[in-house]
Structures are given as C-alpha cells and as structure tokens.
C-alpha cells in the first residue's frame, strides 16, 4: 500500500545515505568534510523524523542513525591540520548525536568510538589516492585544492605538475599548482561513478591554461 511503500523508499534512501563515501584529497583542516558529514547527518534525521513521526521510544537512538564518520577520507600534507580534521569530525559527529537525542528524546554518544575518518597524512600529488579509497568506492571528490600561480611555484611544485600532466607536463610550467588536483582527479574516476567539484582560481579557464588543461583532461 501507500504507507508501506513510503516507508521502503524512505529506508532505501537512509541506506543509500550509508553507503556514500566522500573524499576530500587536500582536505586541510577538514571544513568540507565536516560540513559534508552534518549535512549528510541531517538528512538522515529528516528521514528518521519521517519514518517515525510521533518519535521513537522503544528503539535505542543509536539503533537509529547508521551514517557515521567512516564515510569520509582525506589527504593532508601537514601532521597539525591532518589531526585537527580527524578531530573536528568527531566533534560533529557529538553534536549531530545531541541533535538525534533532541528529536528523539534520548542520549545518544558513540562512546567508546569505534569509527574514525579516514585522513591520511601524504603529499596529495606523490600518493596514488586509490591507496587512500578505493575509485570504485568513491562518491563524491571534493575540496579546495591549494592555488598558486606558476611564477609563485618552487622548483619542486613545478616538478610536481609536470609529472602529474604527464604527456603534457612540458606545457605545465605556466599552470596555477590547483590544476594539478583536477587532473590527478580525472585519472582517478576513470574506474569509478564518483563525480568532482574542486573550488579553484578563475585563472584556469582564462588565457593559455585552458588548451593546456582540457587537453589533459579529455
């Protein structure tokens, strides 16, 4: 019947709110991936509160809520950033419990924890991100990549992208550094369904870098 069927389609979009994973490969700090997380986590409170609209008193909150942390996974060069976002993320996850147990009328804390976000400290441009998730397993990639024009670059950043350009790294010299993350991005998907969106310098879709980057793109 009607109900019956809302309540299936309902539960199949919590499950497929569960099965998303997130990858943020120069993830800094972690801001897109908490953001990425709380409003991940209240979808799924909407689609609770829609499942159980007069509240849940006989099942356990925790018993609830099936998104959690381990979804997401990032790459960050630096030791302190790399913590902070780890951290930061288990600090959103306390505060979307808090907002479970307010719609809900329970506590729920995943204490001790048990999940983590996957944020591995690496040079995003040396380290194949497949070691990080799996390309097949991805959802989304998404991040604000670091920009610097071809003139601020050092000798090593300049090495970088031509290596990551690969057949067309004797042009990259003139590249803003971020253009690397797309490229690297589009080999990435090849073997996947997971979709991209980079913040980035309007530079790169101005003058000689476009011919250059589509080109590697395509």
Request: glycine share 6%.
């Amino acid at each position: 019947d009607l109900k019956r069927g809302r309540e299936q389609a309902l539960r199949s979009f919590q499950d497929k709110l569960a099965s998303l994973k997130f990858f943020d490969p120069a993830c800094g700090c972690g801001n897109f991936l908490i953001i990425a997380y709380r409003e991940l986590r209240l979808l799924e409170i909407d689609t609770l509160k829609a499942l159980y609209p007069e509240g849940q008193r006989e099942l356990d909150a925790a018993a609830l809520s099936r998104v959690d942390v381990h979804q997401f996974y990032g790459i960050e060069i630096d030791e302190f950033p790399a913590r902070i976002a780890q951290t930061a993320m288990w600090m959103m996850d306390h505060i979307m419990n808090n907002r479970l147990s307010m719609e809900f009328g329970q506590v729920f804390a995943r204490i001790p924890l048990k999940a983590a976000p996957h944020v591995v400290r690496a040079d995003a441009l040396e380290l194949e991100w497949d070691a990080v998730l799996a390309p097949e397993e991805c959802s989304f990639v998404l991040g604000n990549p670091p920009f610097l024009g071809h003139h601020l670059q050092s000798v090593g950043q300049k090495a970088a992208l031509r290596r990551v350009f690969g057949r067309y790294g004797a042009s990259a010299g003139v590249m803003d550094f971020v253009t690397a993350w797309f490229v690297k991005a589009a080999h990435y998907i090849e073997r996947g369904n997971a979709e991209v969106a980079f913040v980035a310098t309007n530079s790169i879709t101005q003058g000689e870098q476009v011919g250059i980057l589509w080109r590697a793109l395509a």
